[in-house]
């Protein structure tokens, strides 16, 4: 199977940057999108294929690659950033399967 | 505007089915739509996806002959069927529409709760 592993969660204070990895073997080949998620909504496109922001989305989200790894970082974190951050990829089968990453929960203190 | 109105909560007996809808509105019906399950306090489960024209369909290997995906081009309404269900099916089920810059826009979401 293909996974996608991220760390559960982040603590970051306001103003400071968060960075948050995604890894997995797929990634190599594969590109990387990343979602935010709030409390009780559906989630919201950040990042798509490994670096590119959809326009609406603010410049301090960013997204890099490097290998089987991927980061998708949060400059000068605000509370309303407090989220779940989810990246996904597809597999290299031929029917390209999604996966999604286990999540993580990021805190603002 | 592309928007994504999905059917409403559902509360169904232990065996049983649902179908869960998502109309697409604002543009056309052509681009893929995603159905993307999860359940109270877990993470985010890819379940399927149609290419709605013509009609071509993928399903995550753990849901393979549990759930049909299929889509109405007259109406622009894709559906969700969940067969067999079991309370592990409780879960918020959200549509998606997907282009090669990903999910960029999704459902409301659709609440399925298993009970008997």
Known sequence: ?109 | QVQLVQSGAEVKKPGSWVRVSCRVSGGPFSETVSWVRQAPGQGLEWVGRIIPIPGITNYAQKFQGRVTISADTATGTAYLDVASLTSDDTAMYFCARDNPTGSYVWGQGTLVTVSS
């Open chain 1, 1 to 109: 199977s293909y996974e996608l592993t991220q760390p559960p969660s982040l603590s970051v204070s306001p103003g400071q940057t968060a960075r948050i990895s995604c890894s997995g073997d797929v990634l190599s080949n594969r590109y990387a999108y990343w979602y935010q998620q709030r409390p009780g909504q559906a989630p919201v496109l950040l990042i798509y294929k490994d670096t590119l922001r959809p326009s609406g989305i603010p410049g301090r989200f960013s997204g890099s690659n490097s290998g089987t790894t991927v980061t998708l970082t949060i400059a000068e974190v605000q509370a309303d950033d407090e989220a779940d951050y989810y990246c996904q990829s597809v597999d290299n089968s031929l029917s390209y399967a999604v996966v999604f990453g286990g999540g993580t929960t990021l805190t603002v203190l």
